[in-house]
């Protein structure tokens, strides 16, 4: 019940949104209902941690602590991302002199898009999380267009023809797990389900597994922007409307990496930890010096924080591939701290370039002295990106490492430290420009009225970072779920 | 269906799946390439229909019914709705010519016959030893999307992968439950539709153009 629950809540923002034709007091309706979301999300948590799993609609959903975590991280920035996308709705309405239409499709496309991530990430089978993550990229391309620019246009194309290759090869994936669950005597309607693929993956065959899992990790792998697939990330991110552009590389990304999680504990069970981890190990290296080489000479900041994600996800790669139960629980506090940092650095990136005109880093200039609170925002959330402390990245980075270090992987880890030293040392050079130096003589004479946003729009963004920092420095309301779902996919 | 009718049936409909892949890198116009993937969804519906009536079993059929409401007539008669207005219907100077496109796709099928043979060696079965037919299509969808510039022929190859993977999807495991099976259609056209809008669009912004020729992003 609970869980049709979760479901139906991004339905009804949708539907307000419609109702209302995307006026303002519609959108707020969508943030409430988002926000319940999250509420429920933790309160299910809490539920699952004591009593154990449950499971909803006939057997089609199901939530155990690792479902749950991923509905939290989805609740919460989904959230931040529809208060944000408030802003975004009404300059659409301007833009379009007071039409309804644009703002409307985007509230209701966002709020499609949300729903279809929760539906991946409580589906019960692996047929549906595969269809649900299909969905949300079907959902996102008019999204990814929305500003009908020639640019966005692009990214939207390469966006959907690639991320629809990946996901097809994703499909292929499933389709022979599917055939050595049969083949070990699983029963047709249920032989997809994670219980059943858990209960039977001794049995599996191991030479289909591994050919299953490699096209798993190479399909999936493309939405999560694992290089070397993630050639439409940079470019679908930056094109996007802010708002969208922190729900698809605070939370996309990381559902679709939820599945290779899921499939990896599978895959595990029938071959032993080595081939998934190899796998692992060579996309996170690769993905970590592909940003790391690419943020050196990045000129656009949206395009900055974009390749920023693909090295944290390079980093979350490489944890998944040490595997065990300190590992995992620390990919995913990972998930959740990069999720709030990056959404709020995408939200403020949206500010700024409202407020500036430009997405080039060459076009941003002292920012710090001209809108303290943007810049403030802006510094704040990359000092928690770069993984300072007290920020929860710090933690779970840390963490990460070690367990490597445990599983015979300091060798990867040591390589992934070098990327991150080069990553932080490019990204503080991008930022110095920005947030310091003497503002140029051609702004002085900037409007007041854009030096501060609102208090309405600054709120959830500081609250974004707030609640990173917070589970940097106290774990512990975390710590009892956190070792529940890393123990549904570690052994 | 007597055993031997039923493996030259299944060979016959999953044959022209291939046969349909190969015919498409032939083809220059892109009415007629439509036709042809059209052609291609009904065999691959017309494999879950043999495989349906050997099995006896009516969520197959149903799939079936499904795969050729789909592939076989509502995505080839949008697709020739969009492509319409496409004033140079032609795939005029495509990255890879005909003649090498032929030979590329014969290396493809080779390809796909070398390393599909262990899967079709584990399924054991007379409709598993075609799997090979479906790795070839898929790889075939592959080579056009990559040798192809126009917009519409970009869909049609991503329409072969896709048809390619359900061939697959229906020889080894006689197809996923049928809600799951639903649920993919109905993502694949909707796929198909956001696609062709979205190649509308970049029509009126950017004129009649080859895909290669957007160059607004980069690094």
């Known amino acids: ?491 | 269906m007597n055993g031997s009718s039923y493996s030259s049936a299944l060979t016959l409909a999953a044959g022209a799946v291939l046969v349909c892949a190969v015919a498409i890198l032939w083809l220059a116009s892109i009415r007629s390439v439509i036709k042809m993937v059209a052609t291609q969804g009904i065999a691959l519906g017309l494999v879950a229909v043999v495989l349906g009536v050997h099995l006896r079993d009516a969520g197959l059929l149903a799939a079936a019914a499904v795969v050729i409401a789909v592939k076989g007539v509502a995505i080839p008669l949008l697709l020739g709705r969009a492509s319409g207005g496409d004033s140079g219907s032609r795939e005029s100077r495509p990255l890879v010519n005909v003649p090498a496109s032929l030979v590329a796709s014969a290396a493809l099928i080779v390809l796909a016959f070398v390393t599909g043979r262990s899967v079709a060696r584990f399924v054991g079965t007379t409709a598993g030893a075609l799997v090979p037919i479906g790795l070839a299509t898929l790889l075939i969808g592959f080579f056009v999307l990559v040798a192809r510039r126009r917009p519409t022929f970009q869909i049609v190859g991503l329409l072969m992968v896709d048809n390619g993977i359900a061939l697959t999807a229906f020889l080894c495991t006689a197809g996923f439950p049928f809600l799951i099976e639903l649920g993919v259609s109905f993502d694949v056209l909707l796929g198909v539709v956001v696609l062709m809008v979205l190649s509308q669009r970049l029509r009126i912004e950017f004129g009649d153009i080859d895909l290669d020729e957007l160059r607004e992003l980069h690094d």
């Open chain 1, 1 to 491: 019940m609970v869980l049709v629950a979760i479901l139906a809540l991004p339905l009804f923002g949708g539907a307000a949104i419609a109702a209302g034709r995307g006026r303002r007091s519609s959108a707020w309706v969508a943030v409430a209902t988002n926000g319940a979301t999250l509420v429920l999300g933790i309160l299910t948590a809490v539920r699952v941690v004591k009593d154990g799993p449950i499971s909803g609609a006939w057997g089609v959903l199901r939530a155990d602590a690792l479902s749950v975590f991923m509905v939290i991280v989805i609740g919460a920035i989904s959230l931040l991302a529809s208060w944000l996308g408030i802003r975004t709705m009404a300059r659409e309405r301007e833009l379009e002199h007071g039409s309804p239409v644009r703002p409307s499709h985007y509230g209701m496309l966002v709020q499609a898009f949300v729903g279809f991530m929760l539906l991946a990430v409580l589906a019960a089978n692996v047929g549906v999380l595969w269809v649900a993550v299909e969905a949300t990229t079907i959902v996102t391309v008019f999204l990814v267009g929305h500003r009908r620019t020639r640019g966005s246009l692009e990214a939207a194309w390469k966006y959907i023809v690639i991320c629809s290759v990946g996901i097809a090869l994703a499909f292929l994936g499933t389709v022979f797990v599917y055939l050595a669950a049969l083949h070990a005597g699983g029963h047709s309607a249920h032989a997809l389900d994670w219980t059943s693929l858990m209960a039977h993956a001794h049995r599996f065959n191991p030479s289909l597994m591994r050919l299953a899992f490699a096209l798993i990790v190479l399909g999936y792998g493309t939405k999560v922007g694992l290089a070397p697939m993630h050639s439409w990330l940079p470019d679908a991110h930056s094109q996007a409307p802010a708002p969208v552009s922190a729900l698809m590389s605070g939370v996309l990304l990381t559902v679709a990496f939820y599945a290779i999680l899921r499939f990896k504990a599978v895959t595990d069970l029938a071959l032993g930890p080595g081939f998934a981890r190899t796998l692992l190990v060579i996309v996170a290296l690769l993905s970590l010096a592909l940003a790391a080489s690419l943020l050196i000479t990045q000129r656009d900041y949206k395009r900055m924080l974009a390749y920023h994600s693909i090295e944290h996800m390079g980093l979350i790669a490489l944890g998944a591939a040490a595997g065990i139960r300190l590992a995992i629980a620390a990919v995913l506090l990972h998930i959740l701290g990069h999720g709030l940092a990056k959404s709020v650095l995408f939200l403020t990136s949206g500010e700024i370039m409202a407020a500036e005109g430009t997405s080039q880093i060459d076009g941003v200039q002292a920012l710090l002295t001209r809108r303290p609170a943007l810049g403030g925002v802006f510094g704040v959330g990359l000092v928690a990106l770069l993984g300072l402390p007290p920020f929860s990245l710090f933690t779970s980075e840390l963490v990460m490492v070690r367990a490597e270090f445990e599983v015979g992987l300091g060798w990867a880890a040591v390589l992934a430290m070098v990327a991150m030293v080069v990553i932080f040392i490019a990204v503080v050079g991008h930022a110095r420009h920005m947030l310091l130096g003497p503002p140029p003589p051609s702004h002085v004479a900037s409007p007041p009225h854009l030096a501060a946003p609102p208090r309405w729009v600054a709120t959830p963004l500081i609250g974004g970072l707030a609640a990173c920092g917070f589970i940097g420095v106290f774990a512990w309301p975390l710590s009892g779920l956190l070792e529940a779902a890393a123990r549904v996919v570690a052994s």
